[in-house]
């Protein structure tokens, strides 16, 4: 499955209805993203609010992706957490499910040193034979994992890439230039998936693909194939939109324009985080016109 781990692979959202997982708007979500070419599913990360569901939640959304994807596409489980325990323990239910991977987040909050990340990443791979794919977001878990670090820990048997959010095209040089060839380098921000593919990464774990899984899938097939000029249209086509889907604390951007366009029943989020305001909704929606989906 490994080979198969690259262009645009959607992280996921989890439809919420009256406070619980809306499992059919789950399902019907991922039939849209396959029927649309996207490369991949990413359920459980934090556009799928990993934070916020509990672990029978976490588990089941896992479980439900893998039955629901059926061998179509890769799933990478976000199985991530600040306790290697707990990260074990999740990771353990996602092999149990069926994932082709998973995707394990750097320790947040309690900032860890080098040497404690990579001691933890290592726990998790020797405690289950699963392919792993890191995943570096310092913006939201404070610690920014050095790429010497990644090198070393490409270096494991179950090490098999890295989602790299840190938004810097020098640290994922970096991160390229270190690790092995075949080490699967993704963007984890839209907005640099085009540059990373065209320095040697192999495409994006997005938010914006939520919305749009046909066009970002065009948009990766067409960086990897070396397409610039059809490449850099697309980039700058979906650029106010991947803006957008931040343009209020993620998802509910995604999942607001979700429910405009029908694709789930509701845009509900959980606390702490908090549905858009209107200020907010105007700017995504004149994002979602530009783009002609409205």
Do not use: W
């Not at 607001?256 to 985080?273: C, D, N, Q, T, Y």
């Amino acid at each position: 499955m490994k080979k198969n781990i690259q262009g645009a692979i959607t992280a996921i959202v989890t439809p919420m209805r009256d406070g619980k997982v809306d499992e059919q708007g789950l399902a019907d979500l991922i039939e849209f993203q396959i029927e649309s070419g996207i490369h991949g599913i990413v359920p459980c990360g934090t556009t799928g609010e990993s934070a916020t569901l509990d672990f029978d939640e976490h588990k089941r959304v896992i479980e439900l992706t893998v039955k629901t994807v059926n061998g179509r596409v890769p799933v990478i489980a976000g199985t991530g957490a600040n306790n290697t325990l707990e990260a074990i323990d999740l990771t353990e239910s996602a092999k149990a499910s069926g994932a082709d991977a998973v995707l394990s987040v750097v320790p947040y909050y309690n900032k860890p040193s080098q040497e404690g990340l990579y001691q933890h990443f290592k726990a998790i791979t020797e405690a289950v034979d699963i392919p792993m794919v890191l995943y570096n977001v310092p913006g939201r878990t404070v610690t920014n994992m050095a790429p010497a670090t990644v090198a070393r820990l490409a270096e494991l048997p179950n090490v098999i890439g890295i989602k790299e959010a840190c938004g810097s095209l020098n640290q994922i040089s970096e991160v390229i230039r270190l690790c092995p060839k075949d080490f699967i380098v993704l963007s984890g921000d839209d907005f640099t998936a085009m540059p990373t593919v065209l320095i040697g990464g192999k495409g994006v774990i997005s938010v914006t693909s939520n919305v749009m899984p046909a066009a970002m899938a065009e948009l990766m097939e067409a960086a990897l194939a070396g397409d610039l000029r059809k490449a850099n249209e697309l980039h700058y086509h979906l650029f106010p939109l991947m803006g957008a889907m931040f343009c209020y604390p993620s998802p509910a951007p995604a999942k607001k324009a979700l429910e405009i366009l029908g694709r789930i029943k509701s845009g509900e989020v959980r606390l702490p985080m908090t549905s858009m305001d209107e200020g907010s909704i105007e700017v995504l929606k004149k994002a979602m016109q530009g783009v002609g989906l409205l």
